[in-house]
């Protein structure tokens, strides 16, 4: 009795929480879906064909969204963790930290809208360069409160041993501490990844609608008020978090056991 009730839970929230993916699946092999019909009229590859065309630089957007992504979270994770050891033993550690909450006060646009003055006076306005540069503002201070807490004096003390036996700090930090904090740096890389995959503030404001990443083609067909080619963009725009998802769940988890 325990065990079935188990698997119908199971069963329940598998549906809960594949019901939008499945819904967003049908909205886009849809062309027509009225009220009160459950189902759409017909089903058809039309909408995907349609956007999927040279033309539509659909596919451009999807490699534009993966380069920045990929590099944004690179960065933010290589750069956060290197900051984060001079934070976690610097004597005004809390107040350091504090200053990292500061991004996060403002919506994304209002801080994208305060920043793009500087961009446009340093011509990083509409580039890619620019959008990734803006999305470091958020990024980075992310991995470092992710890191922050992560140093602790056993880290310290594995440090200390690689001094002892002749290591330098360079041969120290690359060769004992990052292996060590190999499960830590993929948690990292995939949060960062996912929060420039899905950034839209920044990356229209600052990109000024030259740099059209699948977030900002998925606003931009709401906004014409085609919900069945948002729905092909929305599509394309959950595939790599949900490989990542998979990722974390068959191995990163698995090796933090």
């Known amino acids: 009795m325990h065990h079935r009730f188990s698997i119908s839970l199971r069963t329940i929230w598998a549906l809960t929480f594949s019901m939008p993916v499945l819904f967003l699946l049908m909205l886009s092999l849809a062309q027509q879906w009225r009220f009160p019909d459950v189902f759409p009229e017909t089903f058809t590859l039309i909408n995907w064909k349609n956007l999927l065309q040279n033309e539509n630089h659909l596919l451009q957007s999807l490699g534009v969204s993966v380069i920045i992504s990929t590099v944004v979270a690179a960065l933010a994770t290589s750069l956060g963790f290197w900051m984060s050891r001079a934070i976690a033993f610097h004597p005004?550690?809390?107040?350091?930290?504090?200053?990292?909450?500061?991004?996060?006060?403002?919506?994304?646009?209002?801080?994208?809208?305060?920043?793009?003055?500087?961009?446009?006076?340093?011509?990083l306005s509409g580039i890619i360069f620019g959008v990734m540069l803006a999305q470091l503002f958020i990024t980075l201070p992310y991995a470092l409160l992710l890191f922050v807490d992560y140093w602790d004096l056993k880290?310290?003390?594995?440090?200390?041993?690689?001094?002892?036996?002749?290591?330098?700090?360079?041969?120290?930090?690359?060769?004992v501490i990052v292996p060590v904090s190999k499960n830590m740096l993929l948690?990292?890389?995939?949060?960062?990844?996912?929060?420039?995959?899905?950034?839209?503030?920044?990356?229209?404001?600052?990109?000024?609608?030259?740099?059209?990443?699948l977030t900002v083609k998925v606003f931009q067909y709401i906004g014409e008020a085609n919900p069945f080619y948002a729905a092909v963009s929305s599509c394309l725009l959950i595939i790599p978090p949900m490989i990542l998802l998979f990722i974390n769940k068959k191995y990163l988890f698995n090796t933090m056991k």
């Not at 950034?199 to 609608?209: E, M, Q």
């Open 92 to 123: 005004r550690k809390n107040l350091l930290t504090s200053f990292t909450y500061l991004p996060f006060v403002f919506s994304p646009v209002i801080f994208a809208s305060v920043l793009n003055f500087y961009f446009i006076l340093f011509n």
């Open 155 to 175: 880290l310290k003390s594995l440090e200390d041993l690689a001094f002892t036996l002749g290591g330098n700090s360079s041969q120290a930090f690359l060769k």
């Open 187 to 213: 948690l990292c890389f995939f949060q960062t990844f996912l929060t420039s995959w899905f950034d839209y503030g920044l990356t229209s404001v600052i990109g000024v609608g030259k740099i059209q990443t």
